[in-house]
């Protein structure tokens, strides 16, 4: 089954960064526009923010809007979030996909933790 893979997430103190990246094939990378979202326990998943397939527009979630950029390496079929600032109610599991979201993309995600 064709999906994204997520990596790079872990347990930080609060106000520790992370940048977590995503891949996948380039017949679903591109020429697409991508998202990053999060579900943290018991609750839906959310979108967090999101890039152009020309990487010429993001747009970030205003509740993570100055501690959270999205960024995207086409040549590496990549798109990463890099989170600064973390706080315990960033702990989730971290997605990507397409944006708006294709429901057969979905990976497993990586998991984010904050906590002292």
């Known amino acids: 089954q064709v999906q994204f893979v997520e990596s790079g997430g872990g347990l930080v103190e609060p106000g520790g960064s992370l940048k977590l990246s995503c891949t996948g094939p380039?017949?679903?990378?591109?020429?697409?526009?991508m998202g990053w979202y999060r579900q943290a326990p018991g609750n839906q998943r959310d979108f967090l923010a999101a890039?152009?397939?020309?990487?010429?527009?993001?747009f970030i979630r205003e509740s993570v809007r100055g501690r959270f950029t999205i960024s995207r390496d086409n040549a590496e079929n990549t798109v990463y979030l890099q989170m600064d600032n973390l706080q315990s109610e960033d702990t989730a599991v971290y997605y990507c996909?397409?944006?708006?979201?294709?429901?057969?993309?979905w990976g497993q995600g990586t998991q984010v933790t904050v906590s002292s």
């Open positions: 996909n397409h944006y708006p979201a294709t429901r057969d993309y």
């Open positions: 380039g017949n679903i990378f591109k020429p697409f526009d």
């Open positions: 890039i152009s397939w020309s990487n010429t527009t993001t």
